[in-house]
């Protein structure tokens, strides 16, 4: 397969490595966290307030890590983060593992945990411009998601697992473990990606990013779409799905049920290597709307299959157009702004997340825990085959990579 071609770059391995041992150990954390949080007596209400702590730390922050992603080494930012991140979930599983934790301590350490993650996400999603040819971009995007979604599919599969043999601390320890790998092999990377000197403020700097990010009405159209998502969806998942799926089927249900949305995510994954649409954000966008089929699942089932079967529909649907997104950005930008892009993409797509996690609690006991569950599939699904009436996302094609701008 040609997609393989582009591991022959020692630097690319690298970033892969680096980048998927995180994200298999961060597809623990949430599973484990969630629980211990219910271990210590919380309610829905405070495990959706302890996962807004996150979100809204990593919301704040995420500008300024694209700032300094143009500005100075990604490498090093990526490299310090992993490295801090390790010391903060120690510190997280050792609390759990010795009763000493409260639902305010595991807050303010996944808050400091979020800011650390934010400062470096931008810089990881540019790397990839940097560490391989122009020629074996497409491929390298295309392989890097995959690799990582296969990762986060093997961290749920392991989380349940975890969660019901040795606890919910132990499980955060094994988090902290693959930081300090990904720090390793970040390190070990040939490129100083260094920036050359800035004259100009950094508030100039973020002006310049959202600039770029407006003069793309697929760019700034989808970030909105993606506000709505996340605003819906992540208490679905987070908040109202440990309880649905972990506490009426099982606690290890709800880690299997996440294992098949990731496995959704793999298949997505690979079918995205080998489908290159002639517009690939328009076709994207049509599999987003299959997302919807997850909370459908869960309002509708009361045993695990079917939530499989719609969380591994909703993964290969997200998947495919993560990759084509990111495709698409990765084209179109130009390399010295790609960093503060992705932070606007980020924050535009994850601002009103905090807001979702605190009030789905509160509204899902209000109006019902199954009721909730099929508006978020309705506007999930609706809102992103609306975005399909601008030709700007129907129309758009595939272009050669921008040059420094």
Known sequence: MKSRQVLRHRDFRLLVTGASVSSLGNAI?????????????????????????FAICQVVTMLAGGVLGDRFSRKLMMEGSSAVSAVVMAVMASAVVLDAATIWLIAVLGGIGGVVTALSRPSSKAMTRVVVPEADLADAVALRSLVDSVCRTLGYAVAGVLVAVVGPGWAVAVDAATFAVAALAFGRMGVSNARAPRTTSPLTDLGEGFREVARHTWLWLLILQALLYHLFYGGAQAVIGPVVVGEEIGRSAWGFALSAL??????????ALRIRPRRPLGAGVVLLALTGVFPLAMAMA????????????????????????DQTIQSQVPEDKLARVYAFDSVGSFVARPLGLALTGPVAAAAGVDSWLLVVAAVISGSSLAVLFSRGVRALEPAEAARVG
């Open 29 to 53: 954390t949430p599973v484990a966290l969630a629980f211990a949080v219910l271990d210590l007596g919380g309610s829905l209400t405070d495990l959706g307030l302890v996962e807004a702590v």
């Open 262 to 271: 990731m496995a959704g995510f793999v298949v997505g994954g690979l079918l």
């Open 302 to 325: 009361d045993t695990l299959w079917p939530v499989m079967l719609g969380a591994f529909v909703h993964g290969v649907g997200l998947q495919m157009f993560s990759v084509y997104w």
